[in-house]
Each structure stands twice: as structure tokens, then as C-alpha cells.
């Protein structure tokens, strides 16, 4: 049996996520916020750096996408068995919710590198004897219910993450919050390094708050104003009672209602957004802050196809290790050989689809894929608002295309979308071969970003924090046709990389679709027909996309500049 002293022995980082996708098969994970955990941390696995993450159990996961002939989608849960992939631990401790005791215990879960390196994921579960039959379902779904549910989750992950940590007999250098979610563990801290009363002069805060500070890093994630939980104190009194003193509580959380973000700011020493334009925009949002950029990355061994990571290993040994080795890839390896692990990879695709739609796909034909998260400023119906446009531009160089994405259960806009590319298939039939793909998960990114033969991604600038699906694509020499938004703006090198949509990162969000239609039509398609100019492109997408937007990278300079200071 495994040994938690394995991990106990030396100071770790503590990464607290929401959502962190461990393996395909283990819900835990909505999108790209959960994937970015994960791949952070394989990528501190490949590099053996002593963190631990920890998360909720998410027993009833996120959930199963099932969509109609119209397109509509309705959820189930995804529900899985904790004990199939980790082990409970004894621990146990208690938090305090509504004057209620709340118990807490854990499971350990250890993620293995393909290489060496392990890492300690600490699944936080309510589902214990202890508990009423409401509190055993705090972990139970990621992203549910009401904002009562939402607040007991994140008392959960925040204050009950700390405190099992220190039962657990981990020793925390550095506590990472990746999103706000996890912020209320500050409060924690908080009550941890507190002076004694008798030492106070009048007004003087009781808590050490640059010691908390000093503990602690905030990773902001979004620039949608709803994307960042906020309480109303009310609840906040209902559910926690006096976790600290509101005078102090106001002070750093902000006074109207408690907004996780202001409080993350407030307590964390290192702060940064995903890309260098995300961390332009937050500073705008949140004056007076210094907020740095860590550009996001993804992991290489997860997301290199079998057919690409086969010509890396065999090219440029130690690509697993050191990705930066990729920036050769253009000379060390043949136009050929590209062409074949990209043909390779486009057949697994078009056997997936065949397999789960029945739909025939041309492997001849170029494809496009768009995949991502269902929701408005994402635009997924950019590229059909003017079909006949579209159909004319297919009807002299065919090309087709295939979709994905599941919307938040909540978000009704999104869901319409959903219901609005089903539609588009229809209106395109006989002229645009259009598939969309139910239950978008890691395995069918994977096949996706692999198996297309062109990236696609049409956000409203500046809504697009990073993304990081493109930079999976370029693991697998798939270039990005993209609106310049969030890691596509230092990413893009026209005519190199791929091809940006709109030429200036400020332009008219109005005109992107005309100028979708002629980077297609006019640039695009045809170097498609021309197939050593087009695996140049590959070439260059794998060269200076996936030698740099890697999650090693990433985490080395979380490690210099956010863990180590
Ligand atoms: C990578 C990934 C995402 C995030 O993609 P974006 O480009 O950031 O929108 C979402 N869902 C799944 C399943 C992914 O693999």
C-alpha cells in the first residue's frame, strides 16, 4: 500500500482547484479550467516538483451530454466510484457551516508520470455517516446548484483543504489558488497567525496579514465579469458566522458582497493572469494591483498523438522532458514523415466519428475543428452567419468540418447555440459535410486537435483569457486560424503559425466574420492544394507554438517566479 510519508517529508506547494482533470475517466472536470490543473499537474510530475493539489471528489462529476436530433441538450449526472481510483485516507476533520459541524475526509489519488514523478491529488469528500443527508452532497457536483451550494463547496475546498492538509501532516511552503474558488483558505490562514488580543494597539488589524500574503499566489483565470464568485454577506454570515472579524473580512473582500477575487488579490503576494494581453486587461479590472502574466501552456506527452509523440521520440529524444527541444523540429524531421503522423492522426478522427455518429468523413477533404465550452462570447456561430457566403466559398473548395463542446447546465444562451449548429448542419447539407460530436471530453480533445487539419476559434476580444485547445493543436502541427485573443496574440505569426482573424487585436469585432470568410477563402483553402507550402506551416506551428506553449515552461516559471521569491 502506498505511504502518505512519501510526500510528507519535505515542504510542497499546496495548488488548490475546483476542478482538476486527473484521467478521462474520472469526471472531476467541466473544461479547460480543470484540463490547465491537470496538465499542471503532469507537468509537475515530469519535473518532480513537490506540490500537492487538492480538490473536491466530485462524486456526480460534471455531467453526461446528451443531445436531441434538434440539438438540445440535457444533462445526467456523471457519476463514478472514488475507491476505483484512490484510496480513502483516515484523516478527517470539521468545518463549521451554518453553525453545523461539516466533516470532511479525503481520498488520495496518486497521479504517476509516463516518465518518473509522482504527485499527491487530495480528493475532499462529505459523503461521510457523520453528516445529514444534505451536507454528505457538498462534493457531490462540480459547478451545481444555487450560490448556497456554491459557497458551502468552496468553504469545503478553501477551509477544509487547509485544514486536512495540516492533518495530514503536510508542511505548505507555498499555497497556490488556481481561480478564486479556493480563496476563503486565506481566511484560514487568516485565523492562524493571529495576534493576542492584549498585544493590539487601537484600530490595529488582529491578523498577520503580509504572513498570509507571504503563503500565498492567485492565478486569475478570467476576464468575464461572471466568471468571479461573489457572496452576499448575508449568506456569507448564514453560512460561516464570524470566520473572522467583518471589519477585516470588508476590507479585503470588498463591501457590497464578498467577492472571492478581491479577496484572492488581497492575500496573495504573486499574482498573475494566463497570457500577456489576460494580465493587460485584469490590471484594468482590478486597479492598483500587480498583476503579472504566466502565459498557460499544456502538457506534451498528453497531447502529442501517438503518430506525432512516435517521430518526436525517435527525432528529438527527451521532447517529454525538455519540449523547448521541438524548436527543431522543422530541420530533423522530414515534410514526409509530418504528413504521415498527420494522416495517421486524421484517420483515428474520422474512425471516432464514424464509430460514434455513423457520419462519413473525406480524408482527402481539408477539416476544420472547433471545440470549446458552449457559451456566447466563445462565437461558435461565427463562422455560419452568412451560409450562402459559406456555401459558395465550399462549393469551389470544399472543405469540412467538425464541432464539439458541451454548455454550462445553467447557460441558456449556450445551450441555444448548441441547438443553432445543429440547424447549420441541416442548412449545409450537400455542400458542407458538418458533424457535431456529443460529450466533448479529453479523449475526444485529443483525437480532435490531432485528426483536423485547421484549429479554429472565433472568441469576443477580450473574452478569451489564454485558451489553450490551439496550443494542443500545435503539439500535433495543426495550425491556428483564430481571432487575435488570449495566447493566439503571442502565438500568431502569419502565414507561419497559422493565420489570425482580423489583423489587430483592437479591430471591430463586427467585421471578424467577413474577415473569417476571406482568410478562408483567399488564403487558407488554397494553400491547402499546395502541400509543401502547407506542411511548412505544420512545421511552424510545432516549432514555435509547441517548443513554447508547453505546461513545462509554465511551471518552471511558476516555480522561479511565483513559489520560489
Ligand atoms: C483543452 C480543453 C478545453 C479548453 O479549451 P479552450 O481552447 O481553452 O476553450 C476544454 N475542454 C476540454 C475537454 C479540453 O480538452
Redesign the pocket.
Known amino acids: 500500500m502506498f505511504q502518505l510519508d512519501d510526500f510528507t517529508h519535505e515542504p510542497r506547494i499546496a495548488y488548490f482547484s475546483m476542478e482538476i482533470?486527473l484521467q478521462n475517466d474520472i469526471p472531476t472536470?467541466?473544461?479547460?479550467?480543470?484540463?490547465?490543473a491537470g496538465d499542471t499537474m503532469r507537468s509537475a510530475t515530469d519535473l518532480e516538483l513537490p506540490v500537492v493539489a487538492v480538490t473536491l471528489v466530485s462524486r456526480a462529476g460534471y455531467f453526461h451530454q446528451q443531445l436531441d436530433a434538434e440539438g438540445k441538450q440535457s444533462e445526467t449526472p456523471m457519476q463514478w466510484n472514488p475507491a476505483d481510483h484512490a484510496e480513502r485516507l483516515n484523516a478527517k476533520i470539521a468545518v463549521m457551516i451554518e453553525d453545523r459541524t461539516v466533516w470532511i475526509s479525503a481520498w488520495l489519488y496518486i497521479l504517476a508520470g509516463h516518465m518518473n514523478g509522482q504527485q499527491p491529488i487530495i480528493l475532499l469528500d462529505t459523503d461521510v455517516a457523520e453528516n445529514s443527508a444534505e451536507d454528505r452532497k457538498i462534493t457531490d457536483t462540480l459547478y451545481g446548484g444555487d450560490s448556497a451550494y456554491r459557497l458551502k463547496q468552496e468553504v469545503v475546498l478553501g477551509i477544509g483543504g487547509a485544514r486536512l492538509l495540516q492533518a495530514l501532516g503536510f508542511e505548505v511552503r507555498q499555497y497556490h489558488m488556481n481561480e478564486g474558488h479556493s480563496a476563503l483558505l486565506g481566511l484560514e490562514l487568516l485565523r492562524r497567525f493571529k495576534y493576542p488580543s492584549d498585544d493590539l494597539r487601537p484600530d490595529e488589524s488582529p491578523y498577520d496579514i503580509p504572513r498570509v500574503r507571504e503563503l500565498c499566489c492567485f492565478t486569475t483565470h478570467t476576464p468575464v465579469e461572471a466568471g468571479h464568485d461573489r457572496f452576499d454577506y448575508g449568506l456569507v454570515q448564514r453560512m460561516l458566522g464570524d470566520i473572522v472579524d467583518v471589519v477585516t473580512l470588508k476590507h479585503l473582500a470588498g463591501d457590497e458582497a464578498l467577492n472571492m477575487t478581491s479577496l484572492a488579490l488581497n492575500l496573495s503576494e504573486h499574482v498573475n493572469g494566463v497570457a500577456k494581453r489576460h494580465a493587460e486587461v485584469s490590471r484594468k479590472m482590478f486597479p492598483g494591483y500587480r498583476v503579472k502574466a504566466i502565459t498557460?501552456g499544456?502538457h506534451p506527452y498528453t497531447?502529442a498523438s501517438p503518430s506525432f509523440a512516435k517521430i518526436y521520440d525517435h527525432h528529438l529524444p527527451g521532447w517529454c522532458h525538455e519540449p523547448e527541444l521541438l524548436v527543431r523540429a522543422d530541420c530533423c524531421i522530414s515534410d514526409e514523415e509530418i504528413l504521415q503522423a498527420h494522416r495517421l492522426a486524421k484517420a483515428s478522427l474520422i474512425d471516432k466519428i464514424e464509430s460514434l455518429t455513423g457520419a462519413t468523413f473525406d480524408a482527402r477533404l481539408p477539416t476544420l475543428g472547433f471545440?470549446?465550452?458552449m457559451t456566447a462570447y466563445?462565437r461558435p456561430d461565427l463562422l455560419f452567419s452568412d451560409i450562402e457566403r459559406l456555401k459558395s466559398i465550399a462549393r469551389n473548395q470544399p472543405f469540412q468540418i467538425v464541432l464539439a463542446?458541451?454548455a454550462h447546465p445553467h447557460d441558456e444562451g449556450g445551450k441555444q447555440l448548441i441547438a443553432a449548429l445543429y440547424r447549420h448542419v441541416r442548412e449545409l447539407d450537400g455542400v458542407v459535410n458538418m458533424i457535431f460530436l456529443p460529450g466533448?471530453?479529453?479523449d475526444?480533445?485529443?483525437l480532435m486537435?490531432a485528426g483536423v487539419d485547421v484549429w479554429l476559434?472565433t472568441p469576443l476580444r477580450p473574452m478569451?483569457a489564454?485558451?489553450?485547445?490551439?496550443?494542443?493543436a500545435a503539439f500535433n502541427g495543426v495550425p491556428n486560424l483564430s481571432v487575435l485573443d488570449?495566447w493566439w496574440i503571442e502565438g500568431c505569426i502569419e502565414g507561419v503559425t497559422g493565420w489570425a482573424v482580423g489583423d489587430s487585436v483592437e479591430s471591430a469585432n463586427g467585421d471578424d466574420a467577413l474577415a473569417l470568410y476571406d482568410k478562408l477563402e483567399q488564403v487558407v483553402l488554397p494553400l491547402y492544394q499546395e502541400q509543401d507550402r502547407w506542411v511548412k506551416v505544420m512545421k511552424g506551428a510545432i516549432c514555435k507554438n509547441a517548443s513554447f506553449f508547453n505546461s513545462h515552461r509554465m511551471m518552471r516559471r511558476y516555480t522561479t517566479e511565483a513559489y520560489i521569491r
Open positions: 482533470a472536470y467541466s473544461g479547460g479550467l480543470g484540463v490547465l498557460n499544456v497531447w471545440a470549446r465550452r466563445k463542446g458541451k466533448y471530453d479529453m475526444i480533445a485529443r486537435v476559434n478569451e489564454s485558451g489553450t485547445s490551439g496550443m494542443k488570449g
